[in-house]
Structure formats: C-alpha cells, structure tokens
C-alpha cells in the first residue's frame, strides 16, 4: 500500500512539475484537498489547527527553527501524510507558515539574512531513486514564492553517503552518524551569502550542524534552518 502511495505521489508531481493543469485538476477532484488535520475544509492545513498546535521546548542552538513540537501525535501524522503524498494544497499550507515563522524568529532574535539562498536537505540518490522525489525540496519550493528576493538551489549540498534514521539512535551515536554526510559543490554562489536550510524534522541537530558547518568553511556568511518540527 506505502509503495502505491509513493507512486502516486510521485505521478501527481511529475503532472505539476509538466505543468498539465488539467490533469492536475483532475488529481485534485479524484484526492479532494482537506485540512490534515480535522479533514474540513478545501486547505491542507486549516487556521484552527494550525492555531492548536504546540511549539516546541527545544535545547536546540539558536539558528534552528522548528515551528511545532514532534512530540504532539497529530503533527507526526501530519508529517507523515507531507512525505507520503506531499499534493500541493498541503505543501503550500505548510509553506506559508514556515515562511512567517521564519521571519518572525528572525526579527525576534535579531540576525541578519539578507537574500538567502534556499537550500533543502538532500537525500541520498538511494533514497531518492525509491520515493521519486525529496520531501524537504518540496517543503523548501512551497516557501519560495513568499520570499521573493531569494532563491533555491538543490546544486550546492550533495548527500554522499546513506545514514541511519536519526530517531533510531541512541544519543551518543547521532553525531558519528550526521558527520561526513555531504558535499558541496559551485562553492562560488554562495561566497559571503545568507543561507536557509529546509528540513521535515529535526532530532538533535546533528545533521543540519553537519550541513553547516560544511557550507561555512566554502565561504557562507550566516547559516539557519526552519524546520516543520522537533
């Protein structure tokens, strides 16, 4: 059933990605667009839930920004539903929020970014041969028409090995697992630039730290992250 999921999933970005509106709408008739949560309503995330969820107790550094805490069961199925079939109602709800999340936590704390570039996790080609596609790429193009001077690049952070979940792990072991994960590459494009990492979720912070730390020794100026949850 999960693979059948996963392939519609994957034709229903195919059709967007080909621009066939048409077929689109059809998709969008045969899977109607409800709330995730409450399943009312024609949005994949509705304001009343979205209101109800909790934000996270987090230890995290302060360049990570989860929006909502994982702990709660009705964002793990929400999060589950995004990488199972991630159909653009649901990604656009999400986008929105993360994007004024994002700014909120910027001018909360005070940091410069100026025209970042918008970089999602990457997975592994292993991992991205299975599902058809990258749920934090789909995540990170959700955010981008909001932010209008910046732009994504899925050429710059390469994943070069496969790691194990870090959820699965004991604490210990999270750190050697995230390390030596990527790679980066047109170094150029991001010399002295602001740089936003996308990511579903986040455990420690283990692997975004590995992330960037990498994108800083090729020349970034600043480093964040959003991510739906921790």
Not at 5 to 14: D, G, N, S, T
Request: charged share 20%; aromatic share 8%.
């Amino acid at each position: 059933i999960r693979e059948n999921v996963c392939h519609m999933a994957l034709l229903y970005h195919m059709i967007v990605y080909m621009g066939n509106r048409f077929m689109k709408l059809a998709l969008d008739w045969i899977f109607p667009i409800s709330c995730m949560i409450c399943g009312l309503g024609k949005v994949g995330l509705c304001n009343n839930c979205a209101k109800k969820l909790p934000k996270p107790e987090t230890n995290l550094p302060d360049w990570i920004f989860p929006l909502w805490s994982y702990k709660h069961k009705s964002i793990r199925e929400m999060i589950v539903q995004l990488k199972t079939f991630p159909i653009t109602a649901r990604l656009e709800s999400v986008g929105s929020l993360l994007y004024h999340h994002l700014c909120h936590t910027l001018e909360k704390r005070n940091l410069i970014c100026i025209q970042p570039i918008i970089i999602p996790i990457p997975i592994s080609p292993t991992r991205f041969r299975e599902r058809g596609y990258n749920q934090s790429e789909l995540i990170a193009r959700s955010i981008i028409p909001y932010m209008k001077k910046s732009i994504l690049r899925t050429d710059i952070l390469y994943k070069i090995r496969e790691s194990k979940k870090q959820a699965l792990l004991h604490k210990t072991d999270r750190s050697d697992n995230a390390h030596d994960l990527f790679q980066v590459r047109n170094q150029l494009v991001i010399k002295n630039r602001d740089i936003i990492l996308i990511d579903d979720v986040v455990t420690t912070g283990a692997t975004l730290s590995d992330a960037r730390a990498l994108l800083l020794q090729n020349g970034a100026r600043n480093v964040y992250a959003v991510t739906i949850a921790h």
